[in-house]
């Protein structure tokens, strides 16, 4: 849906330092248009575009969404799906915006400030019943470009230990997009929360990417991504070239994800459905799991839609290994945005042959990895048989009823709950002394057992472990401390 164009021809000519400034009201129903673009008519000359606006919040009954309103921008290169015009996003979380060759708002990216038809960008993604009364300003500036932003990237590789563990958080937030943190303050809490890496993904925008070279260093590796936050779910792209940008601007049935999804493999990245329960507007997954790298099955804080998550993610797996189809591994990220958020809770720890960018990405997608809930967690799982061993992500290739001895050493969980899960649901639960550490070692087969994973579970709120297979009202495990992505077994027979 496109607007009556705002022109500023009349202002073309304004001497330098002058600035001239338009405004424009409009009403939205219900069932408005995605996306309204609102076309910004600029004249040679500019230094400067900003861009405030507002929007009426009429009560609503409760139980119906009241106005929520979007808001970014497209310079004079068009506004095609994945296009060059795009210029930034902030979402529902600024009310003004401003761009220059020498800087930007943060989601804005800076440059030049063209000739050209303009165009802002209202995502109304809830209107209420009476409708969204808009208010749009936007005011050139005239006079000289000064100089041009220089973004600051941050390298590839850090120091690293060669093939070891490396704990990383792959979806976090700044003032980029909807945060309350400054880039620093999110460094500075990942180094605090024992990561050894993390990925950038603020929602729908490239723009803090330029800002992350001067905060990475030897000790931390940070991967350049985006959260691209569609109106049919959100989904992590990780790994992104420095700069590079991911279209939000379709649903499910626009066939469109696709697309988007091979853009980023090209670039190398990963593809990863977030959170795809979260009950709230907008955010539970709706495109299904194929060109998906790994499902976000644990984001932030321990809660129900979590474990719809994880059963979701297992019910997958017992189907990709039974059609020979590559399986989907789990990630966990704290997804956090502001104080008091925590950094790194959860993360995931994977099996990388070094600290880079191309190692970890591999690792995470080959499912060497296991989501901890905090670096005071940690865990080693491993199967062994016919004098083989496996380990997280791999397969043990032995005979269908070779005996496989499935071992899990973890330590930090005080009082917790270790369970074994194969494609028939639960098959052993052992508790964790108060000291938080042990052992527990289980046998199967490979005719009994497609996969094996682990989980690590707090006791329930009156202390009691939480028991399987069995059936009630409430939930009937605490908080996840750990989950381990599966070891395969079987195919021995056919070496
Ligand atoms: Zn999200
Ligand atoms: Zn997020």
């Known amino acids: ?39 910004v008519e600029v004249p040679r000359g500019v230094r400067e575009i900003a861009v405030s606006y507002s929007y009426d919040r009429p009560a609503v009954p409760a139980g119906t969404p009241g106005n929520s309103c979007d808001i970014g921008v497209f310079d004079e290169r068009g506004t095609d799906l994945g296009g060059k015009g795009f210029r930034g996003w902030s979402g529902g979380f600024r009310t003004s915006f401003a761009i220059s060759t020498d800087q930007a708002t943060p989601g804005y990216l800076p440059g030049p400030v063209n000739a050209g038809t303009w165009h802002v960008v209202l995502g109304p993604y809830q209107v209420a019943p009476q409708g969204l009364d808009y208010q749009v300003e936007v005011t050139l500036t005239f006079g000289e470009d000064l100089p041009a932003f220089v973004p600051q990237y941050p390298p590839l590789r850090a120091a690293g230990r060669g093939r070891a563990w490396y704990r990383g958080d792959c979806h976090l937030h700044t003032v980029y997009s909807d945060g309350r943190r400054l880039p620093e ?83 190398g990245g990963l593809v990863v459905p977030a959170h795809p329960y979260c009950p709230y507007v907008a955010c539970q997954w709706k495109y299904g799991y194929q060109g998906a790298d790994l499902v976000e099955v644990w984001n932030g804080p321990w809660t129900y839609d979590d474990e719809s998550a994880v059963d979701a993610w297992d019910s997958h797996l017992a189907e990709d290994l039974r059609a020979g189809r590559p399986w989907l591994p789990a990630m ?31 690792a995470l997608k080959a499912g060497r990895s296991w989501l901890a809930e905090s670096a005071a967690v940690q865990l080693d799982l491993s199967a062994t048989g016919q004098g083989r061993r496996a380990g997280i992500g791999e397969r043990l290739a032995v005979a269908q009823d070779a005996p496989v001895d499935v071992s899990l050493t973890v330590a930090g969980v005080p009082n917790g709950t270790v369970r074994f899960l194969t494609d028939e649901g639960q098959l052993h639960q052992e508790s964790l002394p108060a000291s938080g550490a042990g052992t527990v070692v289980w046998r199967t087969t490979a005719s009994l057992a497609t996969y094996v994973r682990a989980e690590v579970r707090h006791p329930l709120a009156d202390g009691t472990p939480g028991k399987g297979n069995t059936m009630g009202a409430a939930l009937p495990w605490g908080p996840m401390a750990a989950l381990t992505n599966p070891i395969l077994l079987g195919g021995g027979d056919r070496d």
């Not at 409009?26 to 069932?31: A, E, I, Q, V, Y």
């Not at 997804?335 to 591999?362: E, F, K, Y």
Request: proline share 6%.
């Open 1 to 39: 849906m496109s607007l009556a164009p705002l022109s500023f021809a009349a202002a073309a000519g304004t001497p330098a330092g002058g600035s001239t400034t338009r405004t424009v009201t409009g009403h939205l129903d219900t069932g408005a248009a995605d996306f309204v673009y609102l076309p």
């Open 185 to 267: 303050e999110v460094a500075a809490g990942a180094r605090a929360a024992g990561l050894d890496f993390m990925v950038t993904t603020d929602h729908n925008t490239s723009a803090s990417h330029g800002v992350w070279g001067p905060l990475a260093g030897p000790d931390l590796l940070i991967i350049t991504g985006e959260e691209v936050t569609t109106r049919n779910g959100h989904w992590l792209a990780l790994g992104l070239h420095p700069g590079e940008w991911v279209d939000w601007r379709y649903r499910a049935r626009d066939n469109a994800y696709p697309g988007f999804a091979r853009q980023v493999h090209h670039s």
């Open 332 to 362: 966990g990220n704290s997804d956090a945005h502001s104080v008091p958020q925590v950094i790194g809770s959860p993360h995931n720890v994977v099996l990388a042959d070094d600290l880079t960018r191309d190692a970890v990405l591999a």
